[in-house]
């Protein structure tokens, strides 16, 4: 089983997930569209997912963009 530590860095290596992954220290700024509230919002759950679910979203991830080329 990998660690928790580690997880974080695979998941901060994928390209869609790199975004979301370095947001999750700068939850304190004000949303200032309605993309950045979604995405706030998100971000929030995401900090309360388990790193097995996390783990589970990057895979999907890396599925669906894969599945888009």
Do not use: I, W
């Not at 089983?1 to 220290?25: C, G, K, N």
């Amino acid at each position: 089983m990998l660690s928790d530590a580690r997880l974080d860095d695979l998941m901060s290596e994928s390209l869609y997930m790199r975004q979301l992954v370095t947001r999750l220290e700068t939850l304190r700024e004000n949303p200032k569209t309605d993309q950045e509230e979604r995405l706030y919002s998100f971000l929030g759950h995401y900090r309360l997912l388990t790193m097995a679910e996390r783990y589970q979203l990057f895979c999907f991830s890396c599925f669906y963009m894969r599945e888009e080329e």
